[in-house]
T-cell receptor, first 116, second 109 residues
Framework: KAGVTQTPRYLIKTRGQQVTLSCSPISGHRSVSWYQQTPGQGLQFLFE???????NKGNFPGRFSGRQFSNSRSEMNVSTLELGDSALYLC???????????????FGSGTRLTVV | GQQVMQIPQYQHVQEGEDFTTYCNSSTTLSNIQWYKQRPGGHPVFLIQLVKSGEVKKQKRLTFQFGEAKKNSSLHITATQTTDVGTYFCAGGSQGNLIFGKGTKLSVKP
């Protein structure tokens, strides 16, 4: 079956712009989580969506937002981009909320965002 | 807030040597997961431990979950060049999965 699909793979934006990233989870998976990965901070949790509802949120400013659609596809949006937002943004899907019954997250290949 | 600390940050070994990475949480965890990220790749799920004192093996990899469910370790026996990558632990608590910063393993042939 198809894996987790993230688009676009690479993105270059200018400070002050906004960006929308997309994630299509594995078919049948209802939970999507987003992580920001940087060399210095590792994987930092942004938010988790389950059945179109945000279940958990990490410690990121309000410029970071997301949503999930009825087909479980998810988008995250970053407004007023800052240089420090440059990172690899990873989306992970799982069958249910969190990681139930021994299922780990299946990660997408990520979107590498560069803010200049 | 909840933190998951992982050490060491880097480990360089000669092929054939053993390798261990350790993970410690500031709070009791409901489960611990381990992931491997190859250079240029994305994290790939390896295993989940749930029970206190649990030990699981996958070929040359041995995973342990501490009795207090606050620490865990991953041990690789006789490393190979294919083991290169960053190993992350991730602690599950209250519906969240918090990742450690990872241990980057390099293996010299």
């Amino acid at each position: 079956k198809a894996g987790v699909t993230q688009t676009p793979r690479y993105l270059i934006k200018t400070r002050g712009q906004q960006v929308t990233l997309s994630c299509s989870p594995i078919s049948g998976h209802r939970s999507v989580s987003w992580y920001q990965q940087t060399p210095g901070q590792g994987l930092q949790f942004l938010f988790e969506y389950f059945s179109e509802t945000q279940r958990n949120k990490g410690n990121f400013p309000g410029r970071f937002s997301g949503r999930q659609f009825s087909n479980s596809r998810s988008e995250m949006n970053v407004s007023t981009l800052e240089l420090g937002d440059s990172a690899l943004y990873l989306c992970a899907s799982s069958p249910g909320q969190g990681t139930p019954d021994g299922y780990g997250y299946t990660f997408g290949s990520g979107t590498r965002l560069t803010v200049v | 807030g909840q933190q998951v600390m992982q050490i060491p940050q880097y480990q360089h070994v000669q092929e054939g040597e053993d390798f261990t990475t350790y993970c410690n949480s500031s709070t009791t965890l409901s489960n611990i997961q381990w992931y491997k990220q190859r250079p240029g790749g994305h994290p790939v799920f390896l295993i989940q431990l749930v029970k206190s004192g649990e030990v699981k093996k996958q070929k040359r990899l041995t995973f342990q979950f501490g009795e207090a469910k606050k620490n865990s370790s991953l041990h690789i026996t006789a490393t190979q060049t294919t083991d290169v990558g960053t190993y992350f632990c991730a602690g599950g608590s209250q519906g969240n999965l918090i990742f450690g910063k990872g241990t980057k393993l390099s293996v010299k042939p």
